[in-house]
């Protein structure tokens, strides 16, 4: 134990990005690994929230939408193209992830005329499934769920589109996004990638991938706050016969004019729909400054070194009282699942003891390392802390 | 003119709503006349904000979402709900107005099989149009867009459903929501009401007059803020059958079982769909706060006497120079609208002096009057820098 604790301090010592935690406000007391549900708060977003609330919506009141308010959705939107991959023009940030799922998927099945159906993985995060299911029902399509490694044997000349997860949310497991593109592109077929457990993890090649439509949040790894407004990308080549469903006004080639038939802009804008929630929007850019001058491939690398790390004090503290459900090659994002039948009050008890992880249900314990602000003595605490809990109750504490 | 004046000043000492101005940050130096676009910020929003990002975020991290945050939706509807006459457990708060106008249209035609018309008001504000075309797209139905004088020639047993504004955003004219539900109820169609210019206006029935669904914004007369989350109505006797296209985790009846089959909630968390946008959600909070405590007759009262008083300085100081559009009878919001060729460069003038009102192409200079802050005096300074830039521009200045 010691010995952990030794090498964590001295993992600490050399991290070249240890610099980053104080942008954070984090309780000095508490271990939080949950940043791949909720980011920590960047400092300077609290300001600058009440200086939007004071100076752009007080003093300036409506002349702020055409000074600045009204581009945000872009604006914000190339803030986050980096962080995946894209060029300029490519990305907009409005609505949830959920709205933006449907907007893809809808637009995705309208690009592939006369296929019927739409595959997904089978063990998506819930929302996805839901969403997937409600447009198979609005365009007349059949919904497939398939475990991500039955692929292959479904797409067909029937698949329009498949809705794939980079990260699985339960497991951690990181899929090949350029392996599983290639084949559903084999397959004449659209693929939209769910980011919202990789944005802001490893560097993401959209662009260089041909990925067809990607939608992501920005409230896990991208720190924006509690549902803040997600991202959804739509490569140039696509945009001008990408055709999405919820045409409100903030999409239309003119908004202001208030013409009587929607005509679609002719950029991403056509991927925005109502007006823009600014407050949330604004508060999401600041946070995203966080991000300026940090090379992810430094975060990539932390990110597998803080996992890989809490693995080992999983292993050599707790052995074979859990199991670590998380691939333990490379193939995984930036979070650690342990199996346990207790996990919904080991997890209780481990936030009362500080240490926040989050339980899935029925008995995944799930830790989230977030390379700009965990360190490595949180990841030997967290161990330390379920290993203490285990120990208590085996001693009927 | 001195008369106006002596008249303001004493309309604004018997205000019984005066008092309500100091809840707002307002410069005093501007006259604001743009409330009906992006209402002014009630003082506690700021201070609220930055202690949801520093506590709630900052502090409880992830346990906000249990604590207070996952029922926010249905909390800050509830403040909303005696604003337009409805009982608890029927508005949620989440999304766009556009968002919530395409969840209601699918919702409603679902509600009226065999029916294939979506009848909309021709004149509406065009995001809505621009939605019922794609959901009249998606759902095999027809848009039919009317003139409000002529519905009740179309209506009739193909009607699904009728998508009407209970106040016209360009001439500020307010329709009876009585009589043109129960002639819509006649048809034995569904009829939807947007509230974004009505809402914070006057007392409105949706109980009472068993409306079928509604939606409204809250930026407006509501002063949420910049692009601040809308509300949806679905009364009880329809939410079992009330089946929604945006259907996320939200509206799941069991958000956190991650169950793989989307069940519907069974109230009016149905109308959620994904994760809920916090900070924009809270500082609409403590927006709300201040009608607490406020007499809609009061302020619809008050908001009669405004826009009167406005259209007789109008009419003293501007003759015909302008037109008055909006009616001069009681069937009309808290706005009033001048024609005038000029009306552009006019609006842009007045707000360089400092009298914020809006321009709505081609011709239509637009002035809200929010009883809660505007004053009599208020009118007066308006309509009489308008009357200063048009004699300057006379004099050849």
Known sequence: MTDLTERASKLDAEDPLAYLRAEFDLDPAVVYLDGNSLGAPPRRVADRVGEVVREQWGRRLIRSWPESWWTAPERVGEKIAPLVGAAPGQLVVADSTSVNLFKALVGAVRLAPGRREIVVDAATFPTDGYIAESVAELTGTVLRPVAMDELDYVLGDQTAVVLLNHVDYRTGRLYDMAAATERVHEAGARVVWD???????????????????????????????????????????????????????????????????????????????????????????????????????????????????????????????????????????????????????????MTAREVIGDFRTPDVLRFGFAPLYTTYGDACRAARTLSDILADAAAGH
């Open 195 to 349: 980011l919202c457990h990789s944005a802001g993890v490893l560097p993401i090649e959209l662009d260089a991938l041909g990925v067809d439509l990607a939608v992501g949040c920005t409230y896990k790894f991208l720190n924006g706050g509690p549902g803040a407004p997600a991202f959804i990308y739509v490569p140039h080549d696509l945009q001008e016969s990408f055709r999405q469903p919820l045409s409100g006004w903030g999409g239309h080639r003119d908004p202001f004019a208030m013409a009587p038939a929607y005509e679609p802009a002719p950029g991403i804008a056509r991927a925005r729909a109502g007006t823009p929630d600014i407050l949330s929007l604004l508060a999401l850019e600041a946070a995203l400054e966080v991000w300026d001058g940090v090379d992810l491939d430094d975060v990539r690398a932390k990110g597998l070194a803080l996992t890989g790390f809490f693995m080992e004090c999983v292993d050599e503290l707790l052995g074979d009282a859990v199991e670590v459900v998380t691939p333990r090659d490379g193939n995984r994002g930036h979070q650690v699942s342990l199996r346990h039948p207790g996990a919904g009050a080991l997890v209780a008890e």
